[in-house]
């Protein structure tokens, strides 16, 4: 699969955004050196730009590697060259709770052939830190946020963070920020002051305007599961398990602040960064909307739709699991009818919980416990018999690990193993690569609205209309479907 052409790539390049990095490789002609797609250097000028897919290509047509962004670290497909993609999978399993000891270290080493030592020199090649410092820094910057805008006692706010005691904690805190955290404390008291006692926090996440809240809570609610996810009064709410901790969020705009809050129970504490990293997820709340806006007006089919709606964002999953499930039920059937299915679904396999809100009583369904069903069983949900197969495939292979589903995630080589499911087409895998795995080039070229939107093309017509709008082909989509 070509993921990328030259003039995608130039607007990759331009945004430097490292969902490229390790898909193509430039040459600029008039330095003689080869760069990542991130290298932090002076944006080239198109025409001194040659496009490689890989390093070893560049290097026979005679360029360098650059000394700044080093090639040899970007992440491709051996695990020699995975550094950057190492790094991105270490951070995201951090969070998840998965990294915090060398049991984890060494599970996501063997995810990738390589011994724990060897994970060490990359990562400590990559980032410049090793990954017990990566893990330290992380958590004290989430310490900080706790500590200066939630009421959280200080000792929760440890174990929030990571830490595996309170004097650990106020060491490594009063060693790196040279005061204790009761200090900082101390210093935020006029701010929590406002803040009512509640079993519940709240935390800002940061996004880059302008952001299109509206429609994001419009596509969620459309698709919206019940008893797990409710869309009401512009906020978004939800079920949430992460390992063994659950709860519930709440997600409203701030727009004055450029910012999402989240509202989060208390009970989530201790699982805080990998729900804030989902979120991040969710929400797409790292998109640089100016750079794929000025991209995509660039077509006239598309101009209008991104004048109305600049700052569109692509929703992302909360779950792969849960995501991929939804969209199987979708195939070739209304947004509503499967939306009543998936709810169905829900209430078959999800467990009940307890919360403030009765639109919110259910946890979303475990690949594990759907795996403990048949084909029959999952069937009798009024879904199809070859969707019932599939769902059932799928969850074996999530629970066993075969099958991962989420971002970071190799988008080429998920798209093709999603293919070999029974039941499973491009369209869906494209549509997954979008949504779970964060790919902003995925295109479901089978899609009928964006076929009938083109002046009802084929899907071997849209794939070549579509080319103009890499490498961000999803957000085009997002755009297509909002404008019907």
Not at 76 to 85: E, F, L, S
Not at 119 to 127: A, C, S
Not at 310 to 327: I, K, N, Q, W
């Amino acid at each position: 699969m070509n993921l990328i052409d030259d003039d995608a790539a130039y607007s990759a390049l331009k945004s430097r955004d490292p969902r490229f990095d390790g898909v193509f490789y430039v040459g600029v002609t008039s330095t003689g050196v080869y760069c990542r797609p991130i290298c932090p250097v002076k944006i080239p000028k198109r025409e001194n730009c040659q496009f490689y897919p890989n390093a070893g290509a560049a290097e026979k047509a005679s360029f360098r590697p650059c000394l700044r962004c080093r090639p040899e670290l970007a992440p491709g497909h051996a695990p020699v060259d995975q550094a950057h993609r190492l790094a991105d999978l270490i951070v995201h399993r951090m969070d998840e709770g998965l990294a915090d000891d060398g049991a984890g270290l060494e599970e996501i080493a063997a995810q990738f052939h390589l011994s724990s030592r060897q994970l060490r020199r990359i990562v400590q090649q990559e980032l410049g830190v090793s990954p017990i410092e990566l893990i330290q820094t992380r958590r004290l910057l989430l310490a900080k946020q706790l500590l200066t805008d939630t009421k959280l006692p200080v000792i929760d706010v440890a174990f929030a963070s990571g830490f595996s005691s309170l004097r650990r904690f106020n060491d490594a805190f009063s060693t790196h920020y040279r005061m204790p955290p009761t200090r900082l404390r101390k210093e935020a008291a006029a701010h929590l002051a406002k803040l009512h006692a509640t079993d519940t926090s709240t935390l800002q996440l940061g996004y880059r305007p302008p952001y299109d809240w509206e429609a994001m809570l419009q596509f969620l609610a459309g698709r919206a599961i019940r008893e797990v996810e409710f869309v009401s009064g512009g906020t978004y709410s939800r079920t949430v398990r992460l390992g063994d901790h659950t709860g519930w969020i709440k997600v409203s705009n701030a727009p004055a602040k450029n910012a999402l809050q989240v509202e989060f129970t208390h009970s989530l504490a201790p699982v805080l960064p990998a729900l804030l990293g989902r979120l991040r997820n969710v929400f797409d709340l790292s998109a640089r909307p100016d750079v794929i806006a000025a991209h995509l007006m660039q077509d006239p089919r598309l101009k209008p739709a991104v004048l109305q709606k600049p700052g569109l964002r692509v929703p992302g999953a909360f779950d792969g699991f849960e995501m991929a499930v939804r969209a199987i039920l979708g195939q070739q059937i209304t947004v509503q009818a499967a939306t009543k299915i998936a709810c169905r679904y829900a209430e078959a396999f999800g467990e009940k919980i307890e919360t403030p809100f009765p639109e919110l009583s259910r946890l979303s369904p475990l690949a594990a416990k759907v795996t403990r069903s048949t084909v029959e069983g999952i069937a009798s949900l009024g879904i199809i018999r070859t969707r019932a197969a599939c769902i059932l495939a799928m969850a074996e292979a999530i629970r066993s690990g075969a099958l991962h589903l989420e971002p970071g995630a190799n988008p080429e080589a998920t798209i093709a193993q999603l293919v070999t499911f029974p039941g499973i087409g491009p369209w869906t895998a494209h549509y997954i690569a979008m949504r779970a795995l964060r790919w902003p080039d995925a295109f479901p070229k089978e899609d009928i609205a964006v076929r009938n939107k083109l002046g009802g093309v084929t899907a071997k017509q849209a794939e070549e209309m579509s080319q103009a709008w890499r490498p961000w082909r999803s957000y085009a989509v997002l755009h297509v479907w909002n404008s019907l």
